[in-house]
């Protein structure tokens, strides 16, 4: 991340929880929640690429989707803006959150899914201009013409099918379209996860392109930490619903903390059997988001549990390296300092 941009915030999340209720009975009252993301605080710094980490069903994606409002949380506040600039997007009306739209996109998961087979690329492409006031066609023709040359792909293809495209290609098209009313921030759901191996690699290169032509902010979600370690500056870790580590991606790999970290990491293939880590295995399966364990979420698969790990929840602890700092949610981290 760039010196004079780390303390520049363009999203603060505060206290974030994002439930779905559980409705039982004929009368379908609520029984219970499913809390996918639970408590969450965060900061998303101006000009960053961060990266969100963790197992499948740990709320990476319920995340980026609450902060962008595509899922409405429980509580919390979303604050997009520093200062008295900010405003609470939990706060907006409609309306608002419309006017909202043009500033924060979305490139989804599937490649394949997120167009409509129905239209041509071009009528996907316009909509969102149309939507956000540009009514001349020729104007609208030339827009996406310059998007998909921006991504790579000859003009010409804003005539065809998503079925004439490989996933790779559509990919750049979602790409071109989230760009297409000249966001801020942009949220990337495994945006790479579905492509080859060799597609991912051009992909990854094009997203860091782009943002420094467009002096865009990321937030990439994945759970490849090989992929996460390649493009972000910043790394979340988030286990059960919960931010268990952040820190800048060098000092994560260096001075990882958190065990739950630690055990992600040490399952990384390393080519160079001379750099291989110790494997460290994690027993059991993920607990309920339902019925979370009480305490810290890590508690029943952690290797190095304490007594107070099963009934107290730890709070952040931040360590300052270098003026950044690195945040961990762990009792034994604590109790070292």
Known sequence: ???????????????????????????????????AVDDVDLEVYKGEILGVVGESGCGKTTLGKSILQLIRPYEGQVIYGEGETGRDLMRMSKQELDQMRSRMQIVFQDPYSSLNPAFTIFKSMQEPLIRFGMKNKQERREKIAGLLQAVN?????????????????????????????????IVCDEAVSA????????VLKLLKELKDRYNLTYMFITHDLSVVEYISDRIVVMYLGHIVEVADTEELFANTLH?????????????????????????????????????????????????????????????????????????????AI
């Open 153 to 185: 792909l000859p003009a010409e293809y804003m005539e065809r099918y998503p079925n004439e495209f490989s996933g790779g290609q559509r990919q750049r098209i979602g790409i071109a379209r989230a760009l297409s009313v000249s966001p801020e921030f």
């Open 259 to 335: 065990p739950y970290t630690q055990a992600l990491l040490s399952a990384i293939p390393i080519a160079d059997i001379n750099k291989r880590r110790k494997r460290i295995p994690l027993q059991g399966d993920v607990p309920s988001p339902v019925n979370p364990p009480a305490g810290c979420p890590f508690h029943p698969r952690c290797p190095k549990c304490r007594e107070e790990c099963k009934t107290k929840a730890p709070k952040p602890v931040a360590i300052e390296k270098d003026g950044r700092p690195h945040i961990v949610c762990c009792h034994q981290v604590r109790a």
């Open 195 to 202: 492509l080859d191996v060799s597609i991912q690699a051009q």
């Open 1 to 35: 991340m760039a010196e004079n941009k780390k303390n520049e915030v363009l999203i603060r999340v505060r206290g974030l929880k994002t439930w779905y209720p559980i409705k039982k009975g004929l009368l379908k009252k609520t029984a219970g929640y499913v809390k």
